[in-house]
């Protein structure tokens, strides 16, 4: 089945250790995006490519960067995670425009100790 | 920015209740996404309206698009307990290539069977 893959699942890193989540998909969609959603609260969109050109959101800290060396896989790195990035991190993927929904996967949940 | 307003912030209901949220925005919506996230899941699409006065169904769901494209709403009818979980309207307002998504701070619906 065509679908978003992310992988880890669950995600426990040491307080500054530099950690990448990845995420892989099958859609051939052109747009992919990363979300961060903590307790409760909405997903917020942290940054995403069109193809190879990449979009950063304004409030995004520089602790976060993300690569997309293909069309289906794309990275998320955070260089030295604090406490307040623990979090679920969803990537999600969708043609582009504003006519099609996005496909989310069941995200990384990550843990900072 | 952008901000969606979804009420209720949580409902706790009877099973066989029906259920109603919707969402307000001070911005102009070119497309109204309503989508379910169980715990530990990504958001799963429930219904996308596309355009103003829009009124379209999933079985027991039903959406519309309100026609000044500020708002929306979500029934459910005849809730059953896995209907639990939390709720999120999410707007796309970018008519660009990348359709980035606004989303509402979400419902949690919780059934008494």
């Known amino acids: 089945d065509a679908m978003v893959i992310q992988n880890p699942r669950y995600q426990v890193t040491q307080f500054g250790k530099p950690v990448t989540l990845s995420c892989s998909q099958t859609?051939?969609?052109?747009?992919m995006y990363w979300y961060q959603q903590k307790s409760s609260q909405a997903p917020k969109l942290l940054f995403h490519?069109?193809?190879?050109?990449?979009?950063n959101e304004a409030d995004t800290p520089d602790n976060f960067q993300s690569r997309r060396p293909n069309t289906s896989f794309c990275f998320l790195d955070i260089r030295s995670p604090g406490l307040g990035d623990a979090a679920m991190y969803l990537c999600?993927?969708?043609?582009?425009?504003?006519?099609?929904?996005?496909?989310f996967g069941s995200g990384t949940r990550l843990t900072v100790v | 920015g952008q901000q969606l307003n979804q009420s209720p912030q949580s409902m706790f209901i009877q099973e066989g209740e029906d259920v109603s949220m919707n969402c307000t925005s001070s911005?102009?919506?070119?497309?109204w996404l309503w989508y379910k996230q169980d715990p530990g899941e990504g958001p799963v699409l429930l219904i996308a309206?596309?355009?103003?006065?829009e009124l379209t169904s999933n079985g027991r769901l039903t959406a519309q698009f309100g026609i000044t494209r500020k708002d929306s709403f979500l029934n459910i009818s005849a809730s059953i307990p896995s209907d639990v979980g939390i709720y999120f309207c999410?707007?796309?307002?970018?008519?660009?290539?990348?359709?980035?998504?606004?989303f509402g701070q979400g419902t949690t619906l919780q059934v008494k069977p």
């Open positions: 999600a993927t969708s043609r582009g425009g504003f006519n099609y929904g996005y496909t």
């Open positions: 911005s102009i919506f070119n497309t």
């Open positions: 490519y069109y193809d190879k050109d990449f979009n």
């Open positions: 999410a707007g796309q307002l970018d008519s660009s290539n990348t359709g980035k998504l606004i």
């Open positions: 859609l051939n969609h052109n747009v």
């Open positions: 309206l596309y355009k103003a006065g």
